[in-house]
């Protein structure tokens, strides 16, 4: 189920109309009707003009209360409205217009065995690192930055912890979730951290009536997956508890060279071992339409995973063991300031926005043989995090929507290694913001976002660098400002131009101030990161025919970041962070899309980016910063008969094929050892069957390439998944 639209009323004759009053996130989207009389939405970008929203009011109070009415709740009766203005491009995200989006929904997110940072590599702007199978570490970067300067939020909780800054994006599976928004250079103003690269939304999918549903996915190397949804409510109100497990032996083989790249006599085709994992996801989620257009969201996820460390390729550990546990939570409510009815619409429209959330994570290894070089036969780190959010949104004019609000947040830390004392750090961070959105012709949208973040840092214990006493405290140890302003103007009809420029700083993880281990020291002088981002862009959507639909986003843009922390050698086997390196980064993005007939689509994005290290404090001749790909491309094609053959129960097949192209890397400063070139070619082909049955199949890396995303970490060769779902 898709929601009824927060956007604008740009997205033409099929558009979807924000519907206020309803106070509900996510319901049955509108159905459009093949002809009809348009209500006259056009007056205003945002908000509509009031007869548009008396008429759908109107239709709104026709649909039969089934609950009302003592039947059994279920799915809401579809409203048939036909809202008049521009067509958008379809993956652009109406949430903050100006900003360079990029939105993956629908049957994207439901290819079997498909991975978020596979699915991520395919979007412009964006570069993920994965160190082997799906179950192993994954991380993904924006436009030349470092996976720390990019928040990755799940169900409105940031996930990226303070140890590293960094998200394993192998604990985001994608089965629950209902749409990934990437937001490139910028992030939008309903996320609480603006981060130096943009930011990631994975969102659940919301409840779906009254329905039961279970599926069954196998695959290559011991891939098995068991899952079970339940869902009841209707438009009002809504819940539903989904389960997953999730088991792989991640025994895929690899070519091992022994360390002679250059001869190849004594190469030999090895299996992984100790490579299995098994995790559990749990979600509940639960919604309630509140009186006079308010509303109430719940949402809680609870995922473990027990897994081995294979280790690198020359030097594979067989032994080591991690285990992973993490539980998000969070409420949301939306309540109009005043409860009577003018209070809901038009100038003088105020609306309280609360949210809370809490995020607690725990991460162990063991490694009795110290095979992994840790110094330790064990490690654990242990985090919990609570945020606390209130926003007044309000319209000065019908024209002007002003934001006010405030968040705070509070970070705890503990990491041990053996029976040693733990560290434990402490970080509370107050955050003052203030936002605008205007309107100052149906053309033209205006966004400003800016804010004055504190952030107090503490810790206590022996500190892994050498045994000395850690007990710095800073109160507004970093106090700066933060914002950025942005604009979308339609011209010529169809064409809208965005631009975009903001200012961000990344504060220190408490693991690049205290340290994660013998191997790795803190360094407690740290600076902030500082950056700043200029983009300018157009996207363009034709319709020539009726049975043609075409549309394409170009962005070029530019990122300039000083007091970048990276990590040198301090003595014998050990790294210290240090400021040091300042960098800038150039680029172009393009993505595009065609529909004929709505049956076949064809889909590309690119990316061409020039990454250089300018500091000044260089002693390399090498300028090109190391792990980033300066060209990456992502062509789709998809066919889809949504009739089907009724003869035998069919009611959509479809059938797609997605190669996705990464140049070569460089995997040091000094840019003596390079990561070589890689593609890979998916195939998906989906069934879906009357009874709600459902069949997909995917084969992954179909010619078999042997890539490697990091040195000494091999990727997966070819690879086969299907799943078999039923919906009741």
């Not at 979807?16 to 996130?25: A, Q, T």
């Not at 049955?28 to 759908?56: D, F």
């Not at 014998?572 to 993505?591: H, Q, T």
Request: proline share 6%; net charge positive; with cysteine.
């Amino acid at each position: 189920m898709k929601s009824l639209s927060y956007g604008n009323g740009s997205h033409g004759a099929r558009a979807r109309s924000k519907v206020p009053r309803l106070g509900i996130r996510q319901a049955r989207p509108l159905r459009q009707p093949r002809s009809g009389s348009a209500l006259g939405c056009g007056r205003s970008p945002r908000y509509g003009s009031p007869r548009c929203w008396a008429a759908l009011a109107a239709a709104l109070a026709a649909t039969p209360g089934r609950a009302a009415q003592g039947e059994p709740a279920g799915e809401p009766e579809p409203i048939e409205v036909t809202v008049q203005g521009r067509r958008g491009v379809p993956f652009e995200s109406e949430r903050d217009p100006s900003v360079a989006s990029y939105v993956i929904r629908g049957e994207a997110l439901r290819e079997p065995g498909l991975s978020a940072a596979e699915l991520l590599s395919r979007a412009p702007g964006v570069q993920a690192t994965r160190s082997g199978g799906a179950t192993d570490l994954a991380t993904a970067a924006v436009r030349g930055s470092t996976s720390a300067q990019t928040p990755i939020y799940l169900a409105g909780v940031r996930l990226n912890d303070d140890l590293t800054g960094s998200v394993d994006l192998s604990t985001v599976p994608l089965w629950m979730l209902g749409r990934a928004e990437i937001y490139r250079g910028n992030a939008p103003d309903h996320a609480d951290q603006l981060g130096l690269g943009g930011a990631v939304f994975f969102d659940p999918a919301p409840p779906r009536g009254e329905r039961l549903g279970a599926g069954l996915e196998r695959g290559s190397f011991g891939h098995r997956v068991s899952a079970l949804a339940l869902s009841a409510g209707g438009l009002h109100a809504g819940a539903l508890l989904a389960y997953r497990r999730h088991a792989a032996r991640g025994d895929f083989e690899y070519l091992d060279d022994r360390g002679t790249r250059f001869d190849a006599s004594d190469d030999r085709l090895l299996a992984r071992r100790n490579a299995d994992a098994t995790s559990h996801d749990v979600w509940s989620i639960g919604r309630l339409a509140l009186g006079s257009g308010g509303s109430l969201t719940t949402v809680l996820n609870a995922f473990a995973r027990e897994a081995g460390l294979p280790g690198l390729l020359l030097f594979p550990a067989e032994h080591a063991r991690s285990s992973l546990g993490r539980v998000l939570g969070g409420i949301s409510a939306r309540v109009p300031c005043r409860q009577d009815d003018d209070a809901a619409r038009g100038p003088g429209r105020c609306e309280l926005e609360l949210a809370s959330s809490a995020l607690v994570t725990r991460h162990r290894i063991a490694d009795p043989l110290r095979e992994l070089e840790l110094l330790a036969t064990a490690v654990s780190n242990e985090g919990e995090r609570v945020s606390q959010r209130l926003r007044v949104v309000g319209s000065a004019a019908e024209w002007l929507e002003l934001r006010l609000g405030g968040l705070q947040e509070l970070q705890l830390l503990r990491v041990a290694r053996d029976q040693e004392p733990s560290l434990r750090a402490r970080r509370e961070l107050t955050r003052i913001e203030l936002g605008a959105r205007a309107h100052a012709s149906p053309r033209v949208e205006l966004v400003a976002s800016s804010a004055l973040e504190c952030h107090s840092t503490a810790a206590w214990g022996p500190a892994t660098a050498g045994g000395e006493q850690a007990g710095d405290e800073r109160v507004c140890g970093v106090l700066e400002p933060v914002g950025r302003l942005g604009a979308r103007v339609w011209v010529l009809g169809p064409l809208a131009l965005h631009a975009n420029a903001g200012r961000y700083v990344r504060v220190p993880t408490l693991g690049e101030l205290y340290g994660v281990s013998a191997l790795v020291r803190g360094n407690p002088e740290l600076r902030a990161e500082r950056g700043e981002t200029v983009d300018a862009g157009a996207s363009l959507r034709l319709v020539p025919h009726r049975a043609l639909d075409l549309y394409a986003q170009l962005f070029g843009f530019a990122r300039f970041a000083d007091e970048l922390i990276a990590y040198r050698r301090s003595s014998l086997g050990a790294v210290r962070p240090y400021n040091a390196s300042s960098a800038r980064v150039l680029g172009l993005e393009l993505a595009a899309g065609a529909s004929l007939f709505g049956t076949l689509r064809l889909g590309l994005s690119l990316t061409a980016q020039d990454p250089r290290d300018t500091s000044s404090d260089r002693v390399t001749p090498n300028d090109l910063l190391p792990l980033h790909a300066r060209l990456q491309t992502a062509p789709q094609v998809e066919l889809v008969r949504a009739s089907g053959w009724p003869v035998i129960g069919l009611e959509r097949a479809s059938w797609s094929a997605t190669y996705a192209y990464r140049s070569s890397r460089l995997a040091d400063p000094a840019g003596l050892v390079v990561l070589p070139e890689q593609g890979e070619l998916d195939t998906e082909l989906g069934l879906r069957f009357a009874r709600g049955i459902g069949l997909r199949g995917r084969l992954a890396n179909v010619l078999d390439r042997r890539t490697y995303d990091l040195v000494g970490y091999p990727l997966p060769g070819r690879a086969a998944y299907a799943t078999l779902e039923a919906t009741w």
